[in-house]
């Protein structure tokens, strides 16, 4: 990924700690995950890697999806 710029992408989740000016993500990383995966445990010890990594869904609507990259703000 060197050399490559960041996407822009913007979030109405205000708590969030990656949060910034103008509703923009500060993330490295963003992980999506389709609604009927969003209760795995991906930073669990038993999370499965080629779950976490190789693994395709398709979504047909954006409302079947969910950011998993939210973390609180402290």
Known sequence: MA?????YV???VSN??????????????IMI??????????????ADEDFVNNHRDS???SSSTCC????PKE
């Open 3 to 7: 050399n490559e710029a960041k996407p």
């Open 10 to 12: 913007k979030c109405s």
């Open 16 to 29: 969030c700690s990656y949060w910034g000016e103008e509703n923009v993500c500060r993330a490295d990383m």
């Open 33 to 46: 995950e389709i609604d009927k995966h969003s209760n795995v445990r991906l930073n669990a010890e038993i």
């Open 59 to 61: 979504a047909h609507h």
């Open 68 to 71: 998993l990259t939210f973390k």
